[in-house]
């Protein structure tokens, strides 16, 4: 078992409904996620992704089971487990560079650091010269931009996100999934990516752990076979086309 | 592109009371309306300055405006100071804490169903007549505008905003400071201007009903006495210290909360 990196053993989540009943939410969960490693959660609505990643989070607490980062168990909400929402969900009252810094600042890193941390950041993402606008200004890609920028600079042991690009139309979503390629080969950041797009999960990650639906439990692990270079340019590829269909295939029985 | 607010006097606004104005000098000075209903706006204007300076001594509150309204600058700063130190922590904790709410939110609106009016008698039953009444009935009334929007601002904030705070590492007070604050100040601020103003009716109201100094008192013995030029002119120095007193507090809350938005829409 490596030292580092995520460690998910038996998780179990239940949920109770509004009439009474209970809802197994996840059944039996376990799984690890190497540093530097990219991995999406891919399933059916219901399957139980977003508990899960909500768990892992530090939101909500499982019935049984725990989730370790780098050896430490996880209780609480921290900035070792950034989140990247599938709304923006930016300090409406913060301009674009105050909305990254928030972390850093929390952090008590120096103003002076603060703002070049911030702002390198914001060049990465693409939103150079927007840097003193509120989130009302900027468009809904641009926002989740802004999430990005402000999860990204500190460098969390891990990055967890929730389905970030499924409310933004097909062309953004491509680029935004080029943004996270393109990060990730500055950082290296470790990443666990939930989403119910099959070509967008094979697209950006190492490994893709498909869940099945009530209860959620992993169906599958499938390694994705191209490297990362290859990624940018994948939909003309053959060999795409059939994992894409292979997995898309299984997706429709569970 | 988003229409800013004007900035400045807005001309348009102005036709109304000018017409006003204009009518309301032609019905005393040609209209025959009788000087003891509604003096003329120039004799208002001479009782007005009178007051303040004490220049002409055309009433017996020459030169006593100050006084006056210090005394009602007092009361309204302690009674709008108490509503708003309880209504704001009472707000915050109800708002943010389901518990809390459902602890105290129900005996507050059993307790504003009466109007604050109603509280008179038994104010002036516990306090006696004076000082005490009157900040306790400014109090209760300003005290449910600033508790109820606090309330409404704080338990608005968007679960999802909660999380983004805390995965950023802001925990505890520092949550609440840098996030729930911030997010529910918009609110919050509106609270404090509406029981500001609320303060400034019970004042009066509370000094109508029997102190000696103060605005609300130079009203109701005005009247006694006949002289309605000056219980005119004091309700303009009302509204006058009115305005001037929420101008002081937006600029209060905009030097707390200086990122304060004042409800952007999001495009995207």
Known sequence: ?254 | MKRGHRRGLDPVGLILPALILIFWFAATTWGGMPEYKLPSPQKLLYVLVDFATGQFEITPYSGTLWGHLIHSLKRVASGFGLAAVCGLILGFLSGGIPIARRLVDPLIHLVRTVPGIGWLPVAIVWFGIGEGNTLFLIALASFFPIYINTVHGTSQVPEVTLRAGRMLGAKGFALFRTVILPAAFPDVAVGLRLGLGVAWAYLVLGEVTGVTEGLGAVMTDGRMLGHVDIVLATMIVIACAGKLTDVLLMTVCRAVCPQMRKGGKSNG
């Open chain 1, 1 to 254: 078992m490596d030292d580092r990196g995520l460690v998910i053993d038996r998780i179990c989540q239940k949920f109770q409904n509004e009439n009474g009943t209970c809802t197994e939410a996840l059944d039996n969960i376990s799984l690890q996620i190497r540093q530097g490693e990219i991995v999406s959660l891919l399933g059916p609505s219901g399957s139980g992704k977003s508990s899960l990643l909500n768990i892992i989070a530090g939101f909500d607490a499982p019935v049984s089971g725990n989730v370790l980062l780098d050896k430490e168990l996880i209780t609480e909400p921290s900035a070792q487990r950034c989140v990247v929402f599938q709304t923006p969900a930016l300090f409406e009252w913060l301009t674009a560079r105050d909305n990254v810094e928030f972390g850093l600042k929390r952090r008590r890193v120096p103003a002076a650091n603060r703002r070049n941390e911030a702002g390198e950041m914001l060049r990465l993402v693409g939103l150079e010269g927007f840097e003193e606008n509120y989130p009302h200004e900027l468009s809904g890609g641009m926002q989740q931009r802004v999430a990005l920028a402000r999860a990204f600079v500190l460098h969390p042991g891990l990055l967890l996100m929730d389905e970030p690009f499924a409310a933004l139309d097909a062309q953004l979503r491509s680029q935004m999934q080029s943004l996270l390629l393109h990060l990730w080969e500055k950082r290296r950041q470790t990443i666990l990516f939930v989403t119910h797009d099959v070509e967008e999960a094979i697209r950006i990650s190492h490994r893709v752990v498909i869940l099945e639906r009530r209860p959620g439990r992993i169906r599958e692990e499938i390694e994705v076979p191209f490297s990362m270079d290859q990624r940018e340019d994948l939909l003309g590829n053959s060999n795409f086309q059939e994992l894409r269909t292979q997995i898309q295939q299984l997706i429709f029985t569970l």
